[in-house]
T-cell receptor, first 103, second 121 residues
Framework: EIVMTQSPATLSVSPGERATLSCRAS??????LAWYQQKPGQAPRLLIY???TRATGIPARFSGSGSGTEFTLTISSLQSEDFAVYYC?????FGPGTKVDIK | QVQLVQSGAEVKKPGASVKVSCKTS????????MHWVRQAPGQGLEWMGW????????NYAQKFQGRVTMTRDTSISTAYMELRSLRSDDTAVYYC??????????????WGLGTLATVSS
């Protein structure tokens, strides 16, 4: 069973700054990785799939990279609406999430 | 646009069952698997299983085998998830999510708004 881990658990960032979130798989998952954003009281929203393909309507400030076991979600310049929890997913397994909050 | 509309919140006693519906619109229902994911209060996302709306075939996470049943009604483009023998730790928001793509392109998009199921005596 593949285990997904995310770091850090919480990331404190000032608006306008860059945020870098990490996701690691316990064994290679090739590029089979998606990222989701979840705001309080809302359902998750797809951001990235195939490790680096932005979903429809997702702003260009969100980018995904990596393959194998190491993946990164980068938010180039944080906007107020980006403060949320971010989950990575491989197939049917989700990581524990990274909370991005205001510094 | 694609929409997944879930049934309303439920309150159940331990040992009871809950059945959540997910009515779809905006796409051909039988073309995409439907997944169910739950989220306990303050916790992360937990995949429960999928149903193939075309064939009715299912695949459940081992944790829920024997307690969960996923069904569908193609005439009304609706998927259902029933969880039996409820315990207090089944208190969670239950989401349906459309599966799209295969292999490295697999993703869940969109998601329903969620159905809160509370298990309490």
């Amino acid at each position: 069973e593949i285990v997904m881990t995310q770091s850090p658990a919480t990331l404190s960032v000032s608006p306008g700054e860059r945020a870098t979130l990490s996701c690691r798989a316990s064994q290679s998952v090739s590029s089979n990785l998606a990222w989701y954003q979840q705001k309080p009281g809302q359902a998750p929203r797809l951001l990235i799939y195939g490790a680096s393909t932005r979903a429809t309507g997702i702003p260009a400030r969100f980018s995904g990279s990596g393959s194998g076991t190491e993946f990164t979600l980068t938010i180039s310049s944080l906007q107020s609406e980006d403060f949320a929890v971010y989950y990575c997913q491989h197939q049917f397994t989700f990581g524990p999430g990274t909370k991005v909050d205001i510094k | 646009q694609v929409q997944l509309v879930q049934s309303g919140a439920e309150v159940k006693k331990p040992g009871a069952s809950v059945k959540v519906s997910c009515k779809t619109s905006g796409y051909t229902f039988i073309d995409n698997y439907m997944h169910w994911v739950r989220q306990a209060p303050g916790q992360g996302l937990e995949w429960m299983g999928w149903i193939n709306p075309n064939s009715g075939g299912t695949n459940y996470a081992q944790k829920f085998q024997g307690r969960v049943t996923m069904t569908r009604d193609t005439s009304i483009s609706t998927a259902y998830m029933e969880l039996r023998s409820l315990r207090s730790d089944d208190t969670a928001v239950y989401y349906c999510a459309r599966g799209t793509g295969t292999g490295q392109w697999l993703r869940f998009d969109p998601w329903g708004l969620g159905t809160l199921a509370t298990v309490s005596s």
